[in-house]
């Protein structure tokens, strides 16, 4: 008999907490899961499934324009904001439940309230009794914010808030210019909102390849997205029945809604850390080591609480490994160093690897290759978008070092591109790769020419 209630206690329900939930149980723990809001965590709640459904939905006035030139007439065409809404309502549920139904099913016990840390082997629900457990997993994910020290901050809304909007604002101001707010910008952009991007920064999505995101802007100003760079906000006042929004430099917006989306927040408040003796890093985060495990040995953190690399499949990963790790005895350390990802922006990105500027830091000879043309669907439709694709290569190894693609179907190509990346591929083992044509991925391995830029 154990001396403890359960094995394993996960706080939080979401894509790590229920990946390392379901695989300890496979391994035979007695595992309880706590979640204080909705089973699924952010991903599925209120992240990246519905935030995709909107791209789908936004992205149907071009698909209706481009079938003109293919011989389709759309007259009376039109789109109802709550008819959305209604219909992503009913697929998070059904994720929700799937979610329930697929955690019980692995023998998990699922409790649907708050817990916090009371010591190393003991949390206490929000009602007031408490479990012990031989181990605990802290997977609380992450929150958007809005800065609580800008003058109106509570005018302001997140992406948490937009899945919910009573109606579509004429206008929008999204403060941000990372992946969320570039992606948001598409949506209400494409569903008729004029919409405007706000950043400090001198180009959106910093840490991305540099030619990526110079074509992306590009594309997002060609469809009408205003792009203020160098700029942020220093007042929300009410105008109205909407918002007026003050620059720093002393320019005025006048807008429906304002959206933030500058980073999100590990959620660590109030989980009773310091009960243990864990202290959060600096951003927020609990910090851990390369398997996942704090200062305590048996309480371990997985996915955004650890502000490491913030992505539903990072955390799935950790979740299984971490399980693996403690009750599968089989220990095993996730690479963060290769991770590939898609921007569900509009065009949409695909990357996998280094940039061509952390390349150049790591090697000391680097090729590029680099193609930019106009998709073949764009020949008919008309519409003024192209397609970028790069591949950095170390020049003394001939292995591809990262691929970067902005355009239909980006993300797709970034998954399987990510298996020849990590497998140690050579650029002639692309070049080597017979064409699939017609298709805009063929151009991956028919590049031969060096780019001289």
């Known amino acids: 008999m154990t001396q403890f209630d359960y094995d394993l206690f996960v706080i939080g329900a979401g894509s790590g907490g229920v990946r390392a939930a379901r695989i300890a149980a496979k391994h035979g723990a007695k595992v309880c899961v706590a979640e204080e809001y909705r089973v699924g965590g952010t991903c599925v709640i209120r992240g990246c499934v519905p935030k995709k459904l909107f791209v789908y939905a936004s992205k149907f006035a071009e698909e209706f324009e481009d079938a003109v030139g293919f011989g389709w007439t759309t007259e009376k065409v039109s789109f109802d904001w709550q008819t959305l809404l209604e219909n992503k309502d009913k697929e ?10 697929n955690l019980e ?31 605990i997993l802290v997977a609380t994910g992450g929150a958007p914010m809005v800065p609580r020290h800008l003058p109106g901050h509570e005018l302001a809304m997140t992406s948490n808030e937009a899945f919910h909007l009573e109606r579509l604002p004429r206008r929008i101001v999204i403060v941000g210019g990372g992946y969320i707010a570039v992606e948001f910008a598409g949506i209400f952009n494409g569903l008729g909102v ?34 203020k760079t160098k700029a942020d906000i220093a007042m929300i006042e009410r105008s109205g029945d909407g918002v007026r929004v003050t620059l ?21 408040h109030g989980l009773g850390l310091e009960n243990v003796g ?11 080591n390369e398997f996942s495990q704090t200062v305590v040995d048996n309480i371990y953190a997985v996915g955004d609480v650890t ?10 990963r950790e979740g299984h490994a971490f399980a693996d790790t403690v009750f599968g005895n089989k220990p095993i350390k996730v690479d963060h160093s290769l991770v590939p990802s898609a921007v569900f922006s509009q065009p949409e990105l695909g990357t996998v690897g280094l940039t061509e500027a952390q390349a150049r830091k790591l090697h000391s000879k680097i090729d590029i290759y680099k193609s930019t043309f106009r998709p073949m669907k764009h020949t008919l439709s008309g519409r003024d978008e192209r397609m970028l694709m790069k591949l950095v290569v170390n020049a003394e190894t001939d292995v591809v070092l990262g ?38 991925a063929e151009e991956l391995v028919t590049m031969r020419e060096k780019w001289q830029g």
């Open 278 to 288: 864990i202290e959060i890093n600096m951003h927020g985060a609990v910090p851990v």
């Open 92 to 101: 998070i549920d059904r994720l929700n439940r799937a979610y329930i139904k």
């Open 105 to 135: 099913s692995s023998g998990a016990t699922l409790i649907q309230e708050r817990a916090t840390i009371v010591d190393k082997n003991t949390v206490q629900l929000a009602s007031g009794s408490k479990i012990t457990a031989k181990y």
């Open 194 to 227: 004029e919409t405007i991007l706000v950043l400090r920064g001198e180009q959106i999505l910093r840490g991305f390849d540099d030619d990526l995101r110079n074509h992306l802007a590009a594309e997002m100003i060609k469809k009408g997205i205003e792009i």
């Open 307 to 316: 502000n490491r690399v913030n992505l539903t499949p990072v955390a799935i």
């Open 248 to 268: 720093e430099d002393g320019s005025q917006i006048g807008a429906g809604q304002v959206m933030f989306a500058t980073g999100r927040m590990p959620n660590t």
């Open 403 to 440: 691929c970067h693609i902005a355009g239909p179907d980006a993300g797709e190509m970034a998954q399987l591109l990510g298996i020849a990346i990590t497998c140690g591929a050579t650029k002639a083992q692309f070049d080597a790769t017979l064409a699939v044509h017609p298709s805009a």
